[in-house]
């Protein structure tokens, strides 16, 4: 292949990184309305970066009033070639809690060939690999690339992503495609290039308590006044046993085991179960379902996690106050063949069942997205697993993912083509949490490895 894109891209290494630190000063959190103007600014510089770098059909796309906009352009003028669809966010979680930040989590800064701030990693640094790569490709190309693009840049990707759903449902011809190219997962380990070929799915719900009519002094009214937050913990208490098993009926009905081929090849990955309790967990022992590797339980079991429980007096001091409301955000990872709708009735059935008396409960859900694995036997996989053994000069391994990015599985509905998960975080790069970071090195080796599909593609 042509190396004038790789030199180009490392004679500008430095460029780079200093533009992709003028992306991360924008503080563009998407879920803090304060911010709105920020996340707005975000969209604009990804616009403008892709209009310098060549790209045509430039647009800031509004799709639900209110909610924050895409970024979209393309260049499709490779005849005969095919069309990689490439997506990422511009928009990042709170930096909170801001005094466990060793330097400002806005104020990007390289320590020890990191760079620390919040999304560096996740996903301004990764999303923009792909735009890195393009420029290297036109600029050492005419003009021209050697297959075809779109790339399509969302803000909503930490608040649910419900803009870029309704895009890719109802504009499916805008963003026809024959793959997509997500940049948004992890290596499982330094220097071992990997490709994720799973994710969970989620329903992420919320649960409101309501007892009586206000705030309530304990000493007059307890013993006789139902307490929201205690009838909260007796329902969680309910939902899992002291092992992890999950207790909704039905809950389990449709989980599929990974192959046995899969397994093996998880079995001869680099993992040392007591280094990942201590660097990355740092608890004093791991818990979960008994008879499931680590990984197994992380990456093809489903979980159910509870992640706060908002109510009654948290300041400091005392209050003796019973909660006239409270509430519980509970989530439940979930694992080829379940599906998120049936999830939610079964959860929402079981606990209007256990509902302590004297107590109503509503149950909001905030967030859907169904687990998929991508088949590890086609081209494009293949070519990319190929792109990145030439970077990293070692064998591409295929890992699954216990996280979530509902997208792929909207590609694979909606707009019926699969997708290559090529990411380059490291798993202590301490996503949506303090001192978050991306190692510079693999900021570079993710733009080379991109040319280099985007090269195998299109030859």
């Known amino acids: 292949m042509s190396t004038a894109a790789l030199d180009y891209a490392r004679q500008h290494q430095q460029r780079f990184l200093s533009e992709l630190k003028e992306l991360l000063r924008i503080p563009s959190v998407s879920t803090l309305p304060d911010h709105r103007n920020d996340v707005r600014r975000a969209a604009d510089f990804v616009a403008a970066e892709m209009k310098r770098i060549g790209l045509e059909n430039v647009e800031v796309i509004s799709v639900i009033p209110g909610g924050h906009p895409l970024v979209y352009g393309d260049w499709l003028n490779a005849a005969g070639k095919?069309?990689?669809?490439?997506?990422?966010?511009?928009?990042?979680?709170?930096p909170d809690p801001l005094d466990e930040w060793k330097s400002p989590p806005f104020d990007p800064t390289e320590r020890n060939q990191n760079i620390y701030a919040r999304g560096?990693?996740?996903?301004?640094?990764?999303?923009?690999m792909h735009l890195k790569a393009v420029e290297s490709l036109m600029k050492t190309g005419n003009g021209k690339l050697p297959l075809n693009v779109r790339l399509v840049i969302e803000g909503e990707e930490e608040v649910g992503g419900e803009s870029i759903a309704k895009f890719v449902r109802e504009q499916p011809r805008r963003l026809a495609a024959d793959l997509a190219l997500v940049s948004d997962t992890e290596m499982f380990a330094a220097e071992t290039p990997s490709l994720c070929v799973g994710l969970r799915g989620m329903c992420y719900t919320e649960l409101e308590a309501t007892g009586a009519m206000v705030d309530l002094h304990s000493g007059v009214y307890g013993g006789a006044a139902p307490n929201p937050?205690?009838?909260?913990?007796?329902?969680?208490?309910?939902?899992k046993d002291e092992n992890g098993k999950i207790l909704i009926p039905g809950f389990y009905d449709r989980v599929e085991k990974p192959s046995a081929d899969e397994l093996k090849a998880w079995d001869s990955l680099p993992f040392n179960e007591e280094h990942y309790r201590q660097t990355e967990v740092g608890?004093?022992?791991?818990?979960?379902?008994?008879?499931?590797?680590?990984?197994?339980?992380?990456?093809a079991r489903p979980t159910l996690e509870v992640h706060g429980m908002p109510g009654g007096f948290v300041a400091a001091g005392a209050k003796t106050v019973i909660p006239a409301r409270a509430s519980a955000k509970v989530s439940m990872r979930l694992v080829p063949d379940q599906r998120p709708e049936e999830i939610w009735r079964l959860f929402n059935e079981y606990v209007q069942k256990i509902v302590p008396k004297g107590i109503e409960i509503k149950i909001k859900q905030w967030s859907m997205a169904d687990p998929i694995v991508v088949r590890t036997d086609n081209h494009f996989v293949r070519?990319?697993?190929?792109?990145?053994?030439?970077v990293f000069k070692k064998d591409t391994v295929y890992i699954r993912s216990g996280g979530s990015i509902p997208i792929v599985a909207d590609f694979e509905k909606s707009l019926k083509i699969p997708s290559v998960m090529m990411g380059f975080g490291l798993p202590d790069d301490n996503l949506h949490a303090p001192n978050e970071k991306f190692h510079i090195p693999n900021f570079y080796r993710g733009i080379e490895s991109i040319i280099r599909f985007f090269h195998i593609l299109g030859n």
């Open 120 to 128: 560096a990693v996740d996903d301004k640094g990764q999303m923009y």
């Open 229 to 239: 937050l205690e009838a909260l913990a007796r329902i969680i208490s309910k939902l």
């Open 283 to 299: 608890s004093k022992v791991l818990t979960g379902e008994p008879g499931y590797s680590v990984l197994y339980r992380t990456w």
């Open 383 to 390: 070519a990319a697993a190929q792109a990145m053994h030439d």
């Open 82 to 94: 095919p069309t990689v669809l490439c997506y990422g966010h511009y928009d990042v979680q709170p």
